[in-house]
């Protein structure tokens, strides 16, 4: 069974809308023809201007989380830097970056379109601040997870079901041949059908294309498996997928170990637009699951 979803954005055709308005009501126009012609001229500039104004309050804004409660990336200070310029660069969106748990709070995620982790271990966040978090999601914004996201909450269920799985070792750590798996998903549509890249790869468990959109895959034929702590009998190993959570959206990348991954550019606009589709800023048909 395929369920569908339509993260459909919420204000993008808001102004197109606004205009046809105005021009509709000149030719059916009893109203139009008989209203003073001051009048007309205010609805007329409200109408115009009403939207413009509207988008200038609402620059998106992402919080990223770079606590490490587990293993330390050596590339966080970097991510911490590039992440709010090809944010502004790519997605014109705000980010807030942060290693304070306690800005997982109801209070203050309503701040905000969406979460980032860059993260690893059973981080601080209170009983209540995961709940704010889970229903920040449930109820309509984004989560987005880089890399050791994954390696993050193994002892909160919950957080893996909402993830789509954890990570279980990273057998290979060279180059790749990823395939892309979705070649019109915002994130992914210009990467082409494969590309190479160097990166520490992710193996995953507790994971499955079932319970997901899968957008970039390991072409298992590009690495060696028989070396140790390859796990999946299956050679299934998602890079990066998508999915619907309540009314929100996670969007997850296990790419993001190296240095020159963050500093790749087919990974910054990967990264960008998968935060503006987890934000609801643009659509696309996301399948769950295989048909
Ligand atoms: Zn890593």
Redesign the pocket.
């Known amino acids: 069974m395929k369920e569908t979803f339509d993260a459909a954005s919420s204000n993008a055709g808001a102004p197109r809308r606004a205009t046809l308005r105005v021009f509709s009501l000149i030719p059916t126009g009893k109203f139009v023809f008989s209203a003073p012609r001051w009048l007309l001229l205010v609805a007329v500039l409200l109408l115009f201007a009403f939207p413009v104004s509207r988008a200038a309050q609402r620059t998106r804004k992402l919080l990223f989380l770079t606590h490490s409660a587990g293993?330390k990336?050596a590339v966080i200070p970097l991510a911490e830097k590039i992440m709010p310029e090809i944010g502004k660069k790519f997605g014109n969106f705000e980010t807030t970056v942060t290693q304070d748990c306690s800005s997982i709070s109801a209070e203050n995620l309503k701040n905000y379109n969406a979460v980032m982790f860059y993260t690893t271990g059973e981080l601080p966040i209170s009983e209540e601040g995961k709940k704010a978090f889970m229903d920040f999601i449930r109820n309509g914004k984004g989560f987005v997870g880089v890399?050791?996201a994954t390696d993050t909450f193994y002892k909160w269920p919950e957080y893996g079901q909402m993830i789509g799985g954890y990570f279980d070792q990273?057998p290979w750590h060279t180059d790749v041949v990823v395939r892309v798996e979705d070649k019109t998903f915002p994130a992914t549509a210009h990467l082409g059908a494969s590309f190479k890249i160097k990166d520490?790869i992710y193996q995953f468990k507790d994971w499955s294309r079932e319970k997901t959109h899968v957008l970039l895959s390991l072409d298992p034929g590009s690495v060696d498996l028989t070396v140790k702590n390859v796990h999946r009998t299956d050679k299934d190993f998602g890079l990066a997928w998508c999915h619907p959570y309540g009314k929100g959206r996670v969007f997850y990348s296990a790419l993001g170990?190296r240095d020159e991954v963050w500093q790749d550019e087919r990974f910054q606009k990967f990264l960008v637009n998968g935060t503006l589709w987890a934000m609801g800023a643009v659509k696309a048909r996301v399948a769950v699951g295989t048909e």
């Open positions: 293993f990336h890399h050791c990273h520490e170990h």
